[in-house]
T-cell receptor
Framework: AQSVTQLGSHVSVSEGALVLLRCNYS??????LFWYVQYPNQGLQLLLK??????LVKGINGFEAEFKKSETSFHLTKPSAHMSDAAEYFC??????????FGSGTRLLVRP | GAGVSQTPSNKVTEKGKYVELRCDPI?????LYWYRQSLGQGPEFLIY????????DSGLPNDRFFAVRPEGSVSTLKIQRTERGDSAVYLC????????????FGPGTRLTVT
């Protein structure tokens, strides 16, 4: 069975600092991996996805993530946080099918 | 173009009542998904439609939950005899087809059962 673990339900950074949101997955088959962002009262928006091409994936708003098979990780990073990045972030895994399995989310707080 | 829309945005109902939640997918998208997001949790899969048929309803929690998509576009999630534990945000998503790995989510319907 597939699963996703997001370490840290809340992460707080200063504006301009590095953002690192952690995601580890479990999958019996080579997975597809996703990061979604959710702003208050809005739907989930896809930030980036890994579908077995390049292991370093660049997404929208300056975010990127690296697929590390040996560590079963897909951590999300951004070099410099902006106030507008404050939101909830979800990592998700798929067995190349239609069903997304989500982690429990990490709320990113950005301090001025 | 227009994204996925869901109505109502909020629904408050009494325990035991029947509710319907509506999802309008992106035009032309043949695949449609329902997820449920409880407070402090990530979304959990409920059901997947390809066209008019439910290809996988394994996530529906029990037989009080039912969903339809009669014309392959709009979908309705129906909950009978609501319970307080059904309170959650119900999310709908669509994708161009079942081979597309990008799911486009609507804003959700927040259901509160009192």
């Amino acid at each position: 069975a597939q699963s996703v673990t997001q370490l840290g339900s809340h992460v707080s950074v200063s504006e301009g600092a590095l953002v690192l949101l952690r995601c580890n997955y479990s999958s019996s088959v080579p997975p597809y991996l996703f990061w979604y962002v959710q702003y208050p009262n809005q739907g989930l928006q896809l930030l980036l996805k890994y579908t077995s091409a390049a292991t370093l994936v660049k997404g929208i708003n300056g975010f990127e993530a690296e697929f590390k098979k040996s560590e079963t990780s897909f951590h999300l990073t951004k070099p410099s946080a902006h106030m507008s990045d404050a939101a909830e972030y979800f990592c998700a895994v798929s067995d190349r099918g239609y069903k997304l399995i989500f982690g429990s989310g990490t709320r990113l707080l950005v301090r001025p | 173009g227009a994204g996925v829309s869901q109505t109502p945005s909020n629904k408050v109902t009494e325990k035991g009542k029947y509710v319907e939640l509506r999802c309008d997918p992106i035009s032309g998208h043949t695949a449609l998904y329902w997820y449920r997001q409880s407070l402090g949790q990530g979304p959990e899969f409920l059901i997947y439609f390809q066209g008019t048929g439910a290809a996988d309803d394994s996530g529906l929690p029990n037989d009080r939950f039912f969903a339809v998509r009669p014309e392959g576009s709009v979908s309705t999630l129906k909950i009978q005899r609501t319970e307080r534990g059904d309170s959650a945000v119900y999310l709908c998503a669509s994708s161009p087809d079942s081979n597309s790995y990008e799911q486009y989510f609507g804003p959700g319907t927040r259901l509160t059962v009192t």
